[in-house]
């Protein structure tokens, strides 16, 4: 079944919402500005944290999975470890928390090299990881952590690093009475958003002052059901980050991939090529699932050289990469997701200068070589060239670039000294690489080289 399309008016006007006006234009400034540098940052952390990190079993959709649609695996689980009347909401005093420690997780994420930082303030079982007055007794202050979560986190990214902080919230709530009485209704009701969801989204934005919104799960409704236009006009308007903020797609259904700040489209969404709109790549470390699993098996991981590809591959199409870890119940970072963050910072160190305030090339990829991605930074007349595979032969053929004798410099990141080149037959360059032995490499897992004065 097709999700209902927006009705033309509501395209039309969240179109001019999410777009700003001529230069010159009166009235202030630009609701939003899609050249902002958050929307531009290439490379974020996912934090999926909840009640469902408690089971982590399966999925973070462990509750519809084992209550809604019953599947035997989840059944099982319950059955075999937990008594008979154990309800899902038992589980949230089980969500301690008793480890997290927000300036550690600001150190690890600093570590990464990611620009910004999405945490779940709420999924889609509704409880809140801050003290919201619209979820009495189904939040962290007042079940489980009895901390505010959202804000202890809020305080030590802001001090300790150079990452924007921005909050994901899922619209509606699988088990929500109102909502279900609302969806019966085809809809036509809306008690939940009135009462329930936008209440607490202006609490979220009024309290925390998110830099990234990210929004999700619209429950089959459209954008007129949630009211989103409404509150999109709010947020780039009059909210306190109407000056920095930047949303997502996610609005109501129908509106994914066509309206927004940046487009998502899908999870795990990545187009191998280059999209005339600003994008992310939300993606997970743990191939299926997005929380945390304790039955997960060491080749249930994307490797480092998988992550570094991906990033890779979605910056050179214009995109951003969101990638996703899943803490314990208790708030660690398990050792595995820490490493993989670790290491994306250690080859971002010597990289970076081929990832951030990057643009898309002509080129997004070689035609010559397989597994070569291109970026630019035009105004320095700079082109680079990443590689993922260390050719045997240390030469680099790449088809793409148009190079000229005498202007032309090639050089690899974390090297620094001017290779030689020789243009090939038809079009492109053949780069003879530096001879280095494995502890002389500037990094592991790909490499960038910097194109001075080409086409």
């Not at 009235?27 to 952390?45: M, N």
């Not at 928390?97 to 889609?124: E, R």
Request: charged residues 20%; proline residues 7%; aromatic residues 14%.
């Amino acid at each position: 079944m097709r999700p209902p399309k927006l009705p033309g008016p509501a395209l039309a006007l969240l179109v001019l919402l999410l777009l700003p006006p001529p230069p010159g234009s009166a009235g202030g400034p630009a609701p939003f500005d899609p050249t902002w540098e958050s929307l531009d940052a290439k490379f974020g952390v996912f934090i999926h944290w909840g009640v469902f990190s408690v089971p982590s079993f399966g999925s973070e959709w462990f509750w519809w999975y084992w209550q809604k649609e019953k599947i035997p695996a989840y059944v099982d689980f319950m059955k075999n470890n937990y008594p008979p009347d154990f309800t899902y909401e038992d589980f949230g005093p089980l969500f301690t928390a008793k480890f997290f420690d927000a300036n550690q997780w600001a150190d690890i994420l600093q570590a990464s090299g990611a620009k910004y930082v999405v945490l779940t303030s709420k999924h889609h079982e509704g409880f809140t990881l801050w003290g919201s007055e619209y979820s009495w007794n189904w939040n962290a202050v007042d079940e489980g952590p009895k901390r505010d979560i959202v804000k202890e986190l809020a305080v030590a990214v802001r001090n300790r690093t150079d990452l924007r902080f921005g909050l994901y919230y899922s619209l509606f709530e699988w088990f929500h009475p109102l909502f279900l009485e609302d969806e019966s209704s085809s809809f036509q009701k809306r008690q939940y958003p009135v009462s329930k969801m936008l209440p607490e989204l202006y609490e979220l934005v009024n309290k925390y002052q998110p830099e990234v919104l990210w929004a999700d799960g619209d429950g089959g409704a459209p954008d007129t059901y949630w009211k989103s236009l409404d509150f999109l006009a709010w947020l780039y308007n009059e909210s306190p980050v109407r000056d920095t903020v930047v949303t997502n797609d996610r609005w109501g259904a129908g509106s994914i991939c066509k309206h927004g700040g940046y487009y998502t489209c899908s999870d795990r969404y990545n187009p191998g090529h280059l999209l005339p709109h600003k994008w992310e790549n939300c993606m997970t470390i743990d191939k299926f699932s997005w929380g945390y699993r304790r039955n997960a098996g060491i080749s249930d991981y994307l490797t480092i050289e998988e992550l570094v590809k991906q990033l890779v591959q979605t910056v050179s199409c214009g995109g951003n990469l969101l990638m996703n870890i899943g803490p314990t119940r208790d708030g660690t970072i398990s050792a595995i997701f820490e490493e993989r963050l670790r290491q994306m910072g250690i080859w971002l160190k010597v990289n970076g200068e081929a990832i951030y305030e990057t643009y898309a090339w002509r080129s997004q990829n070689d035609t010559v070589t397989p597994d070569v991605w291109y970026t630019s930074k035009p105004k320095d007349k700079l082109v680079y060239a990443l590689f993922l595979k260390w050719p045997i032969s240390g030469q680099l053929l790449l088809g793409q670039p148009k190079a000229t004798l005498g202007a032309t410099e090639v050089k690899l990141l974390g090297h620094g000294q001017p290779l030689h080149w020789t243009p090939l037959k038809q079009n492109g360059i053949k780069v003879d690489l530096p001879q280095l032995t494995i502890h002389q490499m500037p990094c592991q897992w790909g490499w960038a080289l910097a194109l001075t004065n080409v086409t």
